[in-house]
């Protein structure tokens, strides 16, 4: 199993700003993954972020507004861009699980980052 | 990736057994049938998977009918602690074949005293 953690768990942000998120892992993971959770909603991947290139963005999202860094194994930021209300959300980062070189089928969860923009 | 339907919510009392069932018609034939646990202000947290017939862990069961059209995550003896968003996933996830995991809407279980 991997242990994540997300940095910061919760801010709030004035429309305009900018906030990084950081997800580091325990281990040395080749996938990690960007989710968003509105309120009272389902888990929206964002994007899958590989180590040594750039990440790839699921339709509806934007590296503009959504930059992602990725630069070793064991750590990647998401940057939410120009905040405005509606981007209140939580932002959970994941990693898949291997044993040696087989991926496993399941992935851990960060505990995720509740960002609120006023 | 195939599409899940799954109940809202569902409410229970403690120490009953609880079935949540998913239906993917559109399975396809190397798709898996993975359940996610979600307690509030936490990630998700892999329960259980499974491709056919029935599947158990020591946290729940999974039951899938040949046609694998449907899936039932079952959880023996519910307690308070079991409160959480069940999300039901369906996919190829052998061996990186893809990692992405695309959530429906889930299943709210509220458990009572």
């Known amino acids: 199993s991997a242990v994540i953690s997300q940095k910061p768990s919760r801010d709030i942000c004035q429309r305009g700003t900018s906030l990084t998120i950081q997800c580091q892992v325990d281990?040395?993971?080749?996938?990690m993954f960007w989710y968003r959770q509105q309120p009272g909603q389902s888990l929206t991947l964002i994007a899958t972020?590989?180590?040594?290139?750039?990440?790839?963005?699921e339709s509806g999202f934007v590296i503009d507004k959504f930059p992602i860094s990725r630069p070793n194994l064991t750590f990647s930021t998401l940057t939410v861009s120009n905040l405005s209300p509606e981007d209140s959300s939580i932002y959970l980062c994941?990693?898949?699980?291997?044993?040696?070189?087989?991926?496993?089928?399941?992935?851990?969860f960060g505990p995720g980052t509740r960002l609120t923009v006023l | 990736l195939a599409k899940t339907t799954q109940p809202i919510s569902m409410d229970s009392y403690e120490g009953q057994e609880v079935n949540i069932t998913c239906s993917h018609n559109?399975?396809?034939?190397?798709?898996?049938i993975t359940w996610y646990q979600q307690f509030p202000s936490q990630g998700p947290r892999f329960i259980i998977q499974?491709?056919?017939t029935k599947v158990t862990n020591e946290v729940a069961s999974l039951f899938i009918p040949a046609d694998r059209k449907s899936s039932t995550l079952s959880l023996p003896r519910v307690s308070l602690s079991d409160t959480a968003v069940y999300y039901c996933?369906?996919?190829?996830?052998?061996?990186?074949?893809?990692?992405?995991?695309?959530f429906g809407t889930g299943t709210l279980l509220a458990v009572q005293p």
């Open positions: 994941s990693v898949e699980d291997r044993e040696g070189d087989r991926v496993r089928n399941e992935q851990f």
């Open positions: 281990s040395q993971v080749t996938m």
């Open positions: 972020a590989n180590q040594g290139s750039e990440a790839t963005y």
């Open positions: 559109n399975i396809a034939t190397n798709d898996y």
């Open positions: 499974g491709y056919k």
């Open positions: 996933l369906v996919g190829d996830y052998r061996g990186g074949a893809t990692n992405k995991l695309i």
